[in-house]
C-alpha cells in the first residue's frame, strides 16, 4: 500500500514563503544567535547535487564584523546593509569534497569531484550554493525574518576580508531582520506560466 499524500501547506504558509514575501531594502530589528542556529538547522536539509552541501555561511553581527564588510558594498547597498541585524555572506567552499566521505559515506563520492577543475569545481559550488542561499531565504521567511537579498558588492574584497587563506569565496548577500511592509514599492509582477515554462 502506498503511502498517503500529504495535503498542501495552508495559504497562510504558501504566502509567507511565496506569494506575499518581499525582497526588503529597510531592515531593522534584533536577530538572535539562537535564531541563526534555528535558521541554519531548516537550510541545511536542502538537497544538493550528491549532499555536497558546498555553501558556507558567514554571519555578519558585530560593528567589527560591519567594518570590513561595509568597503565592498556598492554605494546602493551600504546604509542598508549597515542598519540590518545581520547581514548573511552566502558562500560557498571549493574544497567541499573533502567533506563528502562524511556527508555521502555509502561509497567513495570524494573522488568524483577531487582533482577536477578549478572551473568545474566553481560551477558546482555556484548551482549547489545557490540552491543553499535559495534555502537560507525561504528557511528564514518560515522564522518569521524578512530578507533582502542583493549582489551589489565586491566579490574580491569581501574574500579578502573574510576568507584570506581558505578555499571559501563568497557568493551573494542577504540582510536579515525585521522589516516595515509599508515602506515596499508596489510588487514587479512576474511572467506567466506560457512565457516561461512549457510541459513537454
Not at 498517503?4 to 518581499?22: K, N, Q, S, V
Not at 567589527?64 to 547597498?77: H, I, R, S, V, Y
Request: net charge neutral; with cysteine; aromatic share 10%.
Amino acid at each position: 500500500m502506498s503511502a498517503p499524500i500529504p495535503p498542501p501547506l495552508p495559504d497562510a504558509c504558501l504566502d509567507r514563503l511565496f506569494r506575499t514575501a518581499r525582497t526588503h531594502n529597510e531592515i531593522v530589528g534584533e536577530v538572535s544567535d539562537e535564531q541563526l542556529h534555528q535558521l541554519y538547522d531548516l537550510l541545511k536539509w536542502g538537497p544538493t547535487t550528491a549532499n555536497s552541501c558546498p555553501a558556507r555561511f558567514v554571519f555578519v553581527k558585530s560593528a567589527q564584523a560591519k567594518a570590513k564588510l561595509g568597503p565592498a558594498l556598492d554605494e546602493g547597498n551600504h546604509a542598508k546593509t549597515m542598519a540590518a541585524p545581520v547581514t548573511v555572506i552566502v558562500a560557498y567552499d571549493m574544497a567541499f569534497f573533502e567533506k563528502m566521505p562524511y556527508l555521502f559515506p555509502h561509497t567513495d563520492a570524494r573522488s568524483w569531484f577531487d582533482g577536477k577543475s578549478a572551473e568545474d569545481l566553481r560551477t558546482i559550488c555556484l548551482r549547489n550554493g545557490s540552491l543553499q542561499g535559495a534555502y537560507l531565504i525561504l528557511a528564514a521567511r518560515a522564522l518569521g525574518l524578512d530578507c533582502g537579498p542583493m549582489s551589489g558588492f565586491d566579490n574580491a574584497r569581501v574574500d579578502a576580508a573574510f576568507f584570506a587563506g581558505t578555499s571559501w569565496k563568497s557568493n551573494f548577500l542577504v540582510n536579515l531582520g525585521h522589516a516595515d511592509p509599508a515602506k515596499l514599492f508596489p510588487r514587479s509582477p512576474r511572467l506567466a506560466f506560457d512565457e516561461a515554462a512549457l510541459i513537454a
